[in-house]
């Protein structure tokens, strides 16, 4: 079946550093992905999305890179800040029609003063 | 504008009891979706609506059902509630029927305990 998945549950970085989270997905033919954000007692926020006709794409500190040939992708962040606190999750569609999405199991990201 | 709101916050109930949760989408959004949130399997679709339709199912049990109204506004309901019911139930709106690349917007979710 379909699956997304995140590579590390955790992660802490230095304020201003720069953070990497990545996530693996299953069905080649994906072609939508999503990251959100969800901070401690709060639904999902979303950050940034992709379609697989593009490798990148820039938002306001983000960046998400897309990998098709392996199915993965990464969500990166530019000089990391306390309120970057929180579990990054991606979601794709897969094959469905309707706003069905499979999430990721989330890393949880500490920014650490 | 109003986000998706979500009511009750938090409630407990025991095992058997039913219980009914409502979700308000942003004015404007005809569609509605429910996932379940566990530490363990983490977030999970249950179903979607859109124009009082309900346009897909995950792979949940029949305990689990939803409605939508003509004002958009949905109610999930879970009947003989059992212990592994207790998660975070999230509603999401979008303002599209959906074509597989429509960003939800998430309320802050309904905490179920279940006892």
């Known amino acids: 079946g379909e699956s997304v998945g995140l590579h590390l549950p955790t992660l802490s970085v230095q304020e201003g550093d720069n953070s990497i989270i990545n996530c693996a997905y299953s069905?080649?033919?994906?072609?939508?992905f999503i990251w959100y954000k969800q901070e401690s007692g709060k639904g999902p926020q979303f950050i940034i999305d992709?379609?697989?006709?593009?490798d990148k794409r820039q938002g306001q500190r983000v960046t998400v890179l897309l990998n098709k040939t392996v199915k993965h992708l990464s969500l990166q962040i530019a000089a990391t800040q306390p309120g970057d606190s929180a579990v990054y999750f991606c979601?794709?569609?897969?094959?469905?029609?309707?706003?069905?999405?499979?999430f990721g199991t989330g890393t949880s990201l500490t920014v650490i003063p | 504008k109003a986000g998706v709101t979500q009511t009750p916050r938090y409630l407990i109930k025991t095992r058997g009891q039913q219980v009914t949760l409502s979700c308000s989408p942003i004015?404007?959004?005809?569609?509605v979706s429910w996932y379940q949130q566990t530490p363990g399997q983490g977030l999970q679709f249950l179903f979607e609506?859109?124009?009082?339709?309900?346009?897909n199912k995950g792979n949940f049990p029949g305990r689990f059902s939803g409605r939508q109204f003509s004002n958009s506004r949905s109610e999930m309901n879970v009947s003989t509630l059992e212990l592994g019911d207790s998660a975070l139930y999230l509603c999401a709106s979008s303002p599209l029927a959906g074509t597989g690349a429509n960003v939800l917007t998430f309320g802050a979710g309904s905490r179920l305990t279940v006892l």
């Open positions: 992709i379609r697989s006709n593009m």
């Open positions: 069905n080649s033919a994906s072609d939508y």
């Open positions: 609506y859109f124009s009082e339709t309900q346009r």
């Open positions: 004015s404007g959004h005809r569609s």
């Open positions: 979601a794709d569609p897969g094959t469905n029609t309707g706003n069905q999405f499979y």
